[in-house]
């Protein structure tokens, strides 16, 4: 009788523990593929438009790479956030000055869920330089589902 009990708990337990991880492994960016029509800065790289895959290099998304075949680029993620304006959808957010463009935001489709990304220098420079009062704009790019 105790044996059972125990394996009991532990089958609990264990079952318990893998649907406590579904709903992370659903708001991972993990996988995530968009096709950018136009150059752009994230972490400190300029990277030219392209097919792009989202990678995510820590278990809490920290860390993400972006790469389309050689070009690579890996910058670090603010905390998550699930603001959001009620869009719904994975996509990526840009904030556009002029001709140059800035990754600013990764979000997964799923309540919500995404991830900002600090500001470069170079956004930095360009929000405290010559454009300082030139509000950004948002552009969005969707982001499709891994495979």
């Excluded at 030219?48 to 070009?71: F, H, M, W």
């Excluded at 304006?85 to 309540?111: C, I, K, M, P």
Aim: overall charge positive.
């Amino acid at each position: 009788m105790r044996k059972s009990l125990c394996v009991g708990a532990l089958a609990l337990s264990f079952l318990v523990s893998s649907l406590a991880a579904l709903p992370a492994a659903a708001k991972s960016v993990d996988g995530m593929r968009a096709r950018i029509p136009f150059d752009f800065h994230v972490g400190g790289r300029l990277v030219r438009a392209g097919a792009y895959t989202v990678k995510s290099l820590t278990a809490d998304e920290q860390v993400i790479r972006l790469q389309s075949g050689r070009e690579v680029a890996t910058t670090t993620t603010n905390s998550a956030n699930e603001r959001g304006n009620g869009e719904g959808r994975a996509r990526l957010v840009f904030h556009r000055y002029g001709d140059q463009y800035f990754l600013s935001e990764v979000w997964t489709g799923v309540d919500q869920y995404g991830l900002s990304l600090p500001a470069s220098r170079a956004e930095r420079q360009i929000k405290s330089g010559d454009m300082a009062k030139v509000e950004a704009r948002r552009v969005t790019v969707a982001l499709n589902a891994r495979r």
